[in-house]
């Protein structure tokens, strides 16, 4: 009970942070595009961690993913009158598709083969939106209207702030199920799941169309905060930032990706004013975390509570003695 309401403080005192920090910072518009990256790719990291942490299904393909979910909010926009919401909800659901598919088409491969093949996906991706001109206008790309009710920006922030509370509450309630506990099964041994009754089939394209929704649903709110979508806006890099950042933060925990989202949004606003620097200092820390802490940044939460719950006991003791 007692460690269920530390998590629900640390989690207002979060929400009171971030709605404040457009105000602490004078509305500048270059802060709050900061927190609204890390914000998204927060999102998207926690969606790719549901496939290569819980469910060991490597992918290298999620910029595509994201790229989808911003053009779809594009085109929509631009050429159909549809509510917003519906727009935004529609880039989860067809990013959703297309993950199923990639899913269905990766059925029978894992480990490097799998991450061959999500790699191809990435990589088309971009290509496709550069070369179909009378789909995404190819190098101009689209602009992206925002919505009346969001016409502000801090209207526009406090949506997103929003959005990422809701879809990474529903990922930790998803990872806590019982289809969450199969993907884990799954990630530990197909073998032995599939002996216990577990479909793998079912859950492998479960694992990647509810991955590819909220990455699609990131992508979205990507667009409509930046106002713009381009072939080049998500490269196959990209993929490999996230990958990175699930891999710093803590690939078997589910804060670890958020925590990583945040170091390598945060290193470009350092290392900018250094051309060429950043993705030196990027590297630097992924081969530091790896080599010294292989868990993940986030279980350094864990040894400072065993190392305070130990002091703690010893301090009983000598009380006692």
């Avoid at 927190?35 to 927060?42: D, F, M, N, Q, S």
């Avoid at 930032?241 to 804060?255: D, H, K, N, P, R």
Wanted: charged fraction near 10%; glycine fraction near 10%; hydrophobic fraction near 55%.
């Amino acid at each position: 009970m007692k460690k269920t309401s530390n998590k629900l403080i640390a989690l207002i005192l979060l929400a009171i942070i971030l709605v404040a920090f457009p105000f602490v910072v004078g509305m500048s518009n270059y802060w709050m595009t900061l927190v609204v990256l890390a914000t998204i790719y927060g999102i998207t990291a926690v969606a790719l961690n549901l496939l290569i942490g819980y469910g060991g299904q490597i992918s290298i393909g999620h910029a595509g993913f994201l790229m989808i979910g911003a053009y779809v909010v594009a085109i929509l926009t631009d050429r159909f009158n549809f509510p917003f919401i519906i727009n935004f909800f529609l880039a989860g659901v067809i990013t959703a598709i297309i993950g199923l598919l990639v899913g269905l088409a990766a059925l029978r491969l894992k480990g490097h083969f799998l991450a061959v093949v999500t790699l191809g996906f990435g990589m088309s991706v971009p290509i496709i939106a550069l070369n179909w001109n009378s789909l995404t206008n190819g190098y101009s790309g689209m602009l992206v209207r925002k919505p009346e009710i969001l016409s502000s920006s801090l209207n526009l922030y406090l949506f997103i702030i929003i959005c990422a509370f809701l879809f990474i509450w529903f990922m930790y309630n998803f990872v806590n199920s019982s289809v969450g506990r199969a993907f884990s099964s799954i990630r530990e041994s197909e073998v032995a799941a599939q002996s216990s009754g577990v479909n793998i089939t079912y859950y492998k394209a479960t694992m990647f169309t509810i991955s590819a929704f909220f990455t699609g649903l990131a992508g979205g709110l990507y667009a409509y905060w930046i106002g713009f979508v381009g072939p080049t806006d998500f490269p196959v890099t990209t993929s490999f930032l996230l990958l990175a950042m699930i891999i710093v933060g803590g690939m078997y925990t589910f804060i670890g990706p958020i925590i990583g989202s945040v170091l390598f949004s945060v290193i470009p606003h350092f290392t900018d004013p250094f051309p060429g620097i950043t993705n030196v200092v990027i590297g630097f820390t992924l081969v530091f975390v790896i080599l010294l802490k292989p868990e993940g940044l986030a279980t350094l939460l864990d040894h400072f509570k065993k190392k305070k719950k130990s002091s703690s006991e010893s301090t009983l003791k000598e009380r006692s003695s």
